[in-house]
């Protein structure tokens, strides 16, 4: 089967069969925090301020931040949904690697720092709390059980970065002015909104192909000695 397709299936099958698990919609707030991060974390790289960060409880958010210079804006747009899909891959490459510890452990840390620094209204901080808690919970008393928890976020992760990334993406073409990141790209730049959203929609398939092939990878598959053909005039 085509590899784009068989990404496409799973992914389909996976955002279905996560919904029938009690309180899931809780942790897809995850990817809306690391979206968010992504902004504040290009922001400050770019020598901007980060004013504040909103989560809300129906999975969206907002960052504020001031920028000195255009060029650093577009970057900043850029950053949410590309930095939100590279987090997502990258779960998945730490769970192949055997370093799920260590995945939960930067995941801890960025609601951490996003609590103590940026992120302002209720919804957000209890939410970033809870999340803080459980997390360290399951690290230090439930290690048994740490493993399905990391593949529980890490899929509910890359199911939102993709799910996220298309909406913005379809939005893009039938409502332009309203599809968030792309629209203000498409303000910062000659290139229309719809060329952002497409490109957010496909980077975000290329990425969960990617953290999927990962995950299906065999075991030993990556430690394999590779071959070597040597020829001789």
Partial sequence: ???WLKTILFLMASVF?????PFSSLFRNLDTMIHEFAHALMTLVLSGKVLRIELYADHSGVTYSSMLTPGGSILVSLAGYIGASLFAWLLFYLYRKGRHMWGLGLMTAVALVS???YVRGEFGMLWL???IALNVVIMIFWV????YYYLLLAFITLEE?????MYIGWTSWTRPSQAGDAANLAQ???LPALFWGTLFALFAL????GALTLFFRKEGTANAPKSRRLDRA
């Fill in 129 to 131: 709390t809870g999340f």
């Fill in 188 to 190: 910062q730049t000659f």
């Fill in 161 to 165: 970065s993709v799910v996220s990334a």
């Fill in 1 to 3: 089967m085509n590899k």
């Fill in 115 to 117: 609590l103590l620094l």
């Fill in 144 to 147: 048994n059980f740490s493993k």
């Fill in 17 to 21: 069969l996560t919904r029938m698990i």
């Fill in 206 to 209: 290329w990425c969960a192909r």
